[in-house]
T-cell receptor, first 112, second 114 residues
């Protein structure tokens, strides 16, 4: 079935450094890739998404890149801040459905 | 416009009891999804519903679990004869019709089976 792999599972960075989280997906027909941030005990919140007709999208300190050929997509956070600390999930939409398949999550810790 | 509302936020059930989890989608949203999150794990798809219709239940366990989204009222995820392994956070998400993929999550219901 459809699968999304996410790496790393944990990531620790110093405040101000960049953080990169990578995901691969199995369904070559997937065309929508959102990223969610989940703080401890809270709901997952959509932070950025990308559709398969573009290769990159940026929103302030957050950017997402997509390589359709390799079936990879990545989240880039620049100038990290302690409030960026959370679990980040990537997801891919199964083609011709409304179902999102999630990665296993990356716990990001930003140290002051 | 209130977000996706789930209740209760916390639910404790003894083994063998029934658990009912409710989800009211955002105003204007007609698609509802249920996900389960085990401690320290990711979100696992369970079921996708539209009003009065189950679209995809491929992630639902075959027994004890059921879901509905009636014409009036919230979506209900029902777990009969709960077991300890059902303890998890259950998240509901909703999206508007025709805007596939842009799902917004509720706060979740944390089910504890004792």
């Amino acid at each position: 079935g459809e699968n999304v792999e996410q790496h790393p599972s944990t990531l620790s960075v110093q405040e101000g450094d960049s953080a990169v989280i990578k995901c691969t997906y199995s369904d070559s027909a997937s065309n929508y890739f959102p990223w969610y941030k989940q703080e401890l005990g809270k709901r997952p919140q959509l932070i950025i998404d990308i559709r398969s007709n573009v290769g990159e999208k940026k929103d302030q300190r957050i950017a997402v890149t997509l390589n359709k050929t390799a079936k990879h997509f990545s989240l880039h956070i620049t100038e990290t801040q302690p409030e960026d600390s959370a679990v980040y999930f990537c997801a891919a939409r199964v083609y011709n459905t409304d179902k999102l398949i999630f990665g296993t999550g990356t716990r990001l810790q930003v140290f002051p | 416009n209130a977000g996706v509302m789930q209740n209760p936020r916390h639910l404790v059930r003894r083994r063998g009891q029934e658990a009912r989890l409710r989800c009211s989608p955002m105003k204007g949203h007609s698609h509802v999804y249920w996900y389960r999150q085990l401690p320290e794990e990711g979100l696992k798809f369970m079921v996708y519903l539209q009003k009065e219709n189950i679209i995809d239940e491929s992630g639902m366990p075959k027994e004890r679990f059921s879901a509905e989204f009636p014409k009036e009222g919230p979506s209900i995820l029902r777990i009969q004869q709960v077991v300890r392994g059902d303890s998890a956070a259950y998240f509901c998400a909703s999206s508007p019709a025709g805007v596939v993929g842009e799902a917004f999550f509720g706060q979740g219901t944390r089910l504890t089976v004792v």
